[in-house]
């Protein structure tokens, strides 16, 4: 039987961009989505059309919130590349800068190969299943991976930050 989208529509829309506003925090956005995930979802026949709308809503989001994070780390490398142009000599800025990125490096040196690789595979734009195919972990597994290797890289950061903040400080009770 067919599905009757204009009853899901009409069920459904309201719940959907108030979900979606909760992803995105934007109310155009969360009903800009909700309608693309109509659109995508009138060619479909599934058993649960209220079901499917928001899974596919649900994936739109994530993927909004993929590529505002990649435009931001886009943003935000252009603004360091502007920062690190020829101008005035700023030697202590360039220091603490190359101290931070050594600091970054020898964190990601301290990760197993296997969430390095997760984490710069992820880093460079990979979804889930290409990052799967290339380090032979199941697809399910790739979240969790990339969760606790951004905990570790993140605690051997900090670590190692701490560390420079307190070189000759006495360590005993």
Known sequence: MAVDWARVYTSCFPDLVRYLYRKVWDADRARDLAQEAFA???DRD??????????????????????????RRH?????????????????LGALERKEAAERARAALERLSERDREVLLLWDAGLGY????????????????????ARKRLVEAYEAAESAARTPGKNREG
């Open 75 to 91: 943003l935000a490398l252009v603004k360091v590349e502007k920062e690190t142009e020829p101008g005035p000599p700023d030697a």
């Open 40 to 42: 995508r979802s009138l």
């Open 129 to 148: 299943r290409e990052i799967a195919d290339r380090t032979g972990l199941s697809v399910g597994a790739i979240g969790t991976t990339l969760a606790r």
């Open 46 to 71: 599934p058993e649960d059309p209220r079901s499917w709308v928001f899974t596919v809503a649900a994936n739109l989001a994530r993927d909004e919130a993929r590529t505002e994070i990649r435009r």
